[in-house]
C-alpha cells in the first residue's frame, strides 16, 4: 500500500530556532495536510494543501505542496515551548476518502 | 460546536476479553472515519462510514474488529477477542458531505482517541 516518508523522526532544538520537516511518497498525492498531536489529544489540522506547488502560512507556520506532488514539507519559525508535539503529514488521494499518515515528527523545544 | 468524543479515553483488558469503543461524530458530519496508531507507527485507516454505510473497510485488520453505525449517528468499534497486537490508541474521525463550499470544508477533525492496551 501506500506510504509516506516523514522525516526527521525526531527534533530537540532550542526555543526560537526555526524547524523543517518534510513527507516523500512514492505516488501521487491530490491534497496533503499537515496536523499536530499534544499529548493527551487527537490530531488537530494545522493546513490544508490543495494544490501543486501551493505555499500556505498559518501564523509561524508554513508548508509546501511539492511540485511532483509527492512530497510536502512544513516549516515552523521561531519555536517557542508550545510547539512541543508530534507533527503528521497526511495525503489523500480523492476528496472523502482515507487519509495516509507519515510516522511523525515529536518536537522538543527547551527554553 | 463540541469536537468528536470518544469513550472510553483508556482501556485496559485482558487477551481474549471484548472491548467496545465509541465515537460521537461532529453534529451533522456524514463522514466519519477510524484509524489506529499503534506504539511508533503511523496512523493507519481502518474504515469510513457514510451515514451508516460502509464506504470503505479495506483498512479493517481481521475479522475480530466489527464497526456499527446504526441510525448514521455514533459508531462503535468493537474488538472480539482482543490480542497483544490490538494494543494502541484508536482514533475516530468525522468530516462533512461534500459540497461545493470548498474542499477545506470537508477535512477530517479527530477525536481524542481511545488507549487500550491489552495485557
Same mark, same amino acid.
Given at each position: ?16 530556532e ?6 516523500t ?9 499537515w ?5 493527551g489529544?487527537?490530531?488537530v ?10 505555499l ?10 511539492g511540485i511532483?506532488?509527492?512530497d510536502?514539507?512544513?516549516n ?8 512541543v ?14 487519509l495516509?499518515f ?6 522538543s523545544v527547551?527554553? | 460546536?463540541? &469536537? ?11 487477551? #481474549?476479553?471484548?472491548? %467496545? *469503543?465509541?465515537?460521537? +461524530?461532529?453534529?451533522?458530519h456524514d463522514?466519519?472515519y ?15 462510514f ?5 464506504q470503505d473497510e479495506? &483498512?479493517?485488520p481481521?475479522?475480530?474488529f466489527?464497526?456499527?453505525r446504526?441510525? #448514521?449517528?455514533?459508531? %462503535? *468499534?468493537?474488538?472480539? +477477542?482482543?490480542?497483544l ?14 459540497g ?5 470544508t470537508?477535512e477530517?477533525?479527530f ?8 495485557t
Amino acid at each position: 500500500g501506500q506510504q509516506l516518508n516523514q522525516s526527521p523522526q525526531s527534533m530537540f532544538i532550542q526555543e526560537g530556532e526555526d524547524v523543517s520537516m518534510n513527507c516523500t511518497s512514492s505516488s501521487i498525492f491530490n491534497t496533503w495536510l499537515w496536523y499536530k498531536q499534544d499529548p493527551g489529544e487527537g490530531p488537530v489540522l494545522l493546513i490544508a494543501l490543495y494544490k501543486a506547488g501551493e505555499l500556505t502560512s498559518n501564523g509561524r507556520l508554513t508548508a509546501q505542496f511539492g511540485i511532483t506532488r509527492k512530497d510536502s514539507f512544513l516549516n515552523i519559525s521561531a519555536s517557542i515551548p508550545s510547539d512541543v508535539g508530534i507533527y503528521f503529514c497526511a495525503g489523500r488521494d480523492q476528496a472523502g476518502t482515507a487519509l495516509i499518515f507519515g510516522k511523525g515528527t515529536t518536537l522538543s523545544v527547551s527554553s | 460546536e463540541a &469536537g468528536v468524543t470518544q469513550f472510553p479515553s483508556h482501556s485496559v483488558i485482558e487477551k #481474549g476479553q471484548t472491548v %467496545t *469503543l465509541r465515537c460521537d +461524530p461532529i453534529s451533522g458530519h456524514d463522514n466519519l472515519y477510524w484509524y489506529r496508531r499503534v506504539m511508533g507507527k503511523e496512523i493507519k485507516f481502518l474504515l469510513h462510514f457514510v451515514k451508516e454505510s460502509k464506504q470503505d473497510e479495506s &483498512g479493517m485488520p481481521n475479522n475480530r474488529f466489527l464497526a456499527e453505525r446504526t441510525g #448514521g449517528t455514533y459508531s %462503535t *468499534l468493537k474488538v472480539q +477477542p482482543a490480542e497483544l497486537e490490538d494494543s494502541g490508541v484508536y482514533f475516530c474521525a468525522s468530516s462533512q458531505a461534500i459540497g461545493l463550499a470548498g474542499p477545506h470544508t470537508y477535512e477530517q477533525y479527530f477525536g481524542p482517541g481511545t488507549r487500550l492496551t491489552v495485557t
